[in-house]
């Protein structure tokens, strides 16, 4: 039974950042494709960013993109996410999901994700 565990949320002025780590455990012969998800208080959980098993493609939601960075632990299935010049409206709870390298399914679904976090709680004051 895969486990996904993150850590690194916080409070943070704007303008400042943060770095989020996430690492899956349980078959470690298999290799994930993971991303980071968040969810705002009274909104959808959106994307924010993905990177492939091999670490080749990453995905960036249009709202984050030149301010966050993902990348991953070698093989290794960590992953985290450099967070820069954090604004208030990146207010949210984050999720890192995982699923397995060859699933072809769209990225910035969360219905593609079969492995999901509890969840880190980033707070980002003006």
């Known amino acids: 039974q895969e486990q996904i565990v993150e850590s690194g949320g916080g409070l943070v002025q704007a303008g400042g950042s943060l770095r989020l780590s996430c690492a899956v455990s349980?078959?470690?012969?298999?290799?994930?494709?993971m991303a980071w998800f968040r969810q705002a208080p009274g909104k959808e959980r959106e994307f924010v960013a993905a990177i492939s098993g091999s670490a080749v493609n990453t995905y960036y939601a249009n709202s984050v993109k030149d301010r966050f960075t993902i990348s991953r632990d070698g093989s290794k299935n960590t992953i985290y996410l450099q967070m820069e010049s954090l604004k208030p409206e990146d207010t949210a709870v984050y999720y890192c999901?995982?699923?397995?390298?060859?699933?072809?399914?769209?990225?910035?679904?969360?219905?593609?994700?079969?492995?999901w976090g509890q969840g880190t709680q980033i707070t980002v004051s003006s």
């Open positions: 999901a995982a699923r397995g390298e060859y699933y072809s399914g769209s990225y910035f679904s969360t219905a593609n994700y079969a492995y």
């Open positions: 349980g078959r470690t012969l298999i290799r994930y494709s």
